[in-house]
């Protein structure tokens, strides 16, 4: 499968706990994103990286979120210290942005679940 | 941040059934998307639509962007318990943002 991967595909964590996911994009996808998808809502954008650039970091929900992309391959979300608000699906996205410019698809990966006890 | 609004939120019908569900703002925009998000999975985009008035097919599903280009609709023609899944519509950008969708579901 060639798609974009995301692990594990479920968590369950005590509150206070730190969690961290691993999401691998499409091979040779040069762009990465991450969304919050809670129940009953559409995915919320958090962030995203060309390559190992992180090119916006704004709408990550608090100082207890991070993601890094050290090598522009694949990626990881850190949640410090996770309430039980932090509940949700996190979704990864990838796509291949070309140096002309214009929109580039975003393909989707199955999801990490998580849930704070 | 432009708002937009689904309609209905949740839809259950019978297996041949038609249905229409809605996408609309008060904004302008340059073009929509419609995606499909099926349990368990992240969303597929289906469709991108660009033009004013323009209508693209997908086999039974239908896509029309409104004239002034701030609403949309997906018609499905004699739904299929395949069809079943959340619908999002979201404006075509790199920061995808996506409506709350309008959870479908196909009574078989």
């Known amino acids: 499968d060639t798609g974009v991967s995301q692990d594990p595909r479920h968590k369950i964590t005590k509150r206070g706990q730190n969690v961290t996911f691993r999401c691998d994009p499409i091979s040779e996808h040069n762009r990465l994103y991450w969304y919050r998808q809670t129940l009953g809502q559409g995915p919320e954008f958090l962030t995203y990286?060309?390559?190992?650039?992180?090119?916006?970091k704004s709408r990550l929900l608090s100082n207890r979120f991070s993601a890094e992309r050290p090598k522009g391959s694949f990626s990881t979300l850190e949640i410090q210290r996770t309430e039980q608000g932090d509940s949700a699906m996190y979704l990864c996205?990838?796509?291949?942005?070309?140096?002309?410019?214009?929109?580039?698809?975003?393909?989707f990966g199955p999801g990490t679940r998580l849930t704070v006890l | 941040t432009q708002l937009l609004e689904q309609s209905p939120q949740f839809l259950s019908i019978q297996e041949g059934e038609n249905l229409t569900v809605y996408c609309n703002s008060s904004s302008v925009f340059s073009s929509l998307q419609w995606y499909r998000q099926e349990p368990g999975e992240g969303p597929v985009l289906l469709v991108t639509?660009?033009?004013?008035?323009e209508v693209k097919k997908l086999k039974r599903l239908t896509f029309q962007f409104g004239d002034a280009r701030k609403d949309s609709s997906l018609h499905i023609t004699a739904a299929q318990t395949g069809d079943t899944g959340l619908y999002l519509c979201a404006p075509r950008d790199d920061k995808i943002i996506f409506g709350k969708g309008t959870r479908l579901h196909i009574l078989p």
């Open positions: 996205a990838s796509s291949l942005a070309s140096l002309a410019g214009g929109y580039n698809e975003q393909f």
């Open positions: 639509v660009v033009t004013g008035g």
């Open positions: 990286f060309q390559n190992e650039a992180q090119l916006e």
